[in-house]
């Protein structure tokens, strides 16, 4: 039995200082990672990310997620080595194909294949493995090496992935998985049953794979307000994930309405359509006694780490402070069956090889 995890997850939109403010907070509440999301048109995590490891001294940081389309592996290598540098050992790295990229006109072919091959280059850089790759998106010239020291060989890498085959890969290759965009406990024996099958191929113990769940969150004294503001943030997200979902039965006719209103930029009138059962499996929401509620649900099912999302609040400091303040006492993190949490300070924990290939239906089911 393992104490589960909680993580604060941020949208890169803030001004230079918020970050470091924010994450002050958070860890001095004892939340225990802090996450910046990698959505479109956002600031790139590795800004905010930086400024938050110069302001804390224990949560673990990382990206959730990068994508190997628009940011090439060497890339990523380079910037997990600078955060692991800057907080110390605390990085990890989140991968996974990403979303909305048709709209700045790049393509994704073959996700499952520029996953694992992008997680096979990261490392090999960061190990000093000159020795080249070939693979069949990507690919390293004998000699090809970083040309600085590095913190760690290998900071924890966590997949994004809804699908079986990303979850089979994340059970070959991944330390942790996230199924950002759900709240739902019916969706942890799904995920964990679909990580089994590639642990076991892989030769590793489907438990050392850990569940992350994730899903915008707004908490606060007035439960109504929150939960108004959790659907107008959740529209947009609901519009991308909730058919992946195996576990919900959703209207096609309500969902294609929230399409429809979230492609012509009415969020707000888009959330109004999505009723309270609903709205519960895709965000946090409500009061604090709501919202530990929820998480309750999410740790007593056995994740590694349950992620309160942006906006948090009605505001960002207040929905820290009182997720902090309020919401984290009323948690028992020991309620479910967990595997140990990944990369604390020196821990160098080792990776399979990345193996796999296949073909995505949609943009996160991978």
């Excluded at 804390?56 to 600078?82: F, K």
Aim: with cysteine; proline share 8%; net charge negative.
């Amino acid at each position: 039995m393992n104490v589960a995890e909680i993580g604060l997850g941020l949208q890169s939109d803030k001004r230079p200082g918020d970050y470091a403010r924010l994450a002050r907070r958070a860890e001095r509440h004892g939340f225990d990672v802090l996450t910046v999301f990698g959505d479109l048109m956002y600031q790139p995590p590795i800004f905010p990310l930086l400024e938050m490891a110069a302001a804390t001294e224990r949560v673990r940081l990382g990206p959730a997620c990068l994508n190997p389309y628009s940011l090439a592996p060497y890339e990523i290598a380079g910037q997990l080595a600078a955060l692991d540098l800057a907080s110390d050992g605390r990085a990890y790295l989140g991968l996974a194909r990403g979303t909305w990229l048709g709209a700045v006109g790049i393509a994704q072919p073959r996700p499952l294949t520029a996953l694992a091959e992008a997680a096979e280059v990261v490392y090999r850089l960061l190990g000093g493995d000159a020795e080249g790759y070939e693979g069949e998106v990507f690919r390293l010239e004998p000699g090809t090496r970083l040309r600085y020291d590095v913190r760690r060989p290998r900071p924890p890498l966590l997949l994004g992935a809804w699908g079986p085959k990303g979850a089979a890969l994340a059970g070959r290759v991944a330390d942790e998985i996230k199924v950002g965009g759900s709240a739902n406990p019916a969706m942890v024996p799904v995920i964990r049953e679909r990580v089994r099958a590639g642990a076991e191929e892989a030769g590793r113990d489907p438990g050392d794979v850990g569940i992350v769940l994730g899903a915008v969150t707004v908490v606060a004294t007035d439960g109504p307000a929150a939960r108004a503001r959790a659907r107008t943030e959740v529209a947009m997200y609901l519009a991308v994930v909730a058919e992946l979902d195996p576990t919900v039965d959703i209207p096609a006719d309500l969902l294609a309405r929230v399409r429809e209103l979230v492609d012509a930029g009415q969020d707000r009138a888009a959330g109004g359509l999505i009723p309270d059962d609903l709205l519960d499996l895709f965000a946090f929401s409500g009061t604090p006694e709501q919202v530990a509620a929820q998480a309750q649900t999410l740790i007593d099912a056995g994740v590694r780490r349950v992620e309160f999302g942006t906006p948090h609040g009605l505001d960002d400091d207040r929905g820290v402070e009182l997720l902090g303040a309020a919401v984290l006492p009323m948690l028992d993190r020991s309620g479910g069956t967990t595997a140990p949490a990944p990369g604390r300070p020196h821990d160098a924990r080792p990776h399979g090889g990345a193996r796999a290939a296949g073909r995505s239906r949609r943009g996160l089911e991978v």
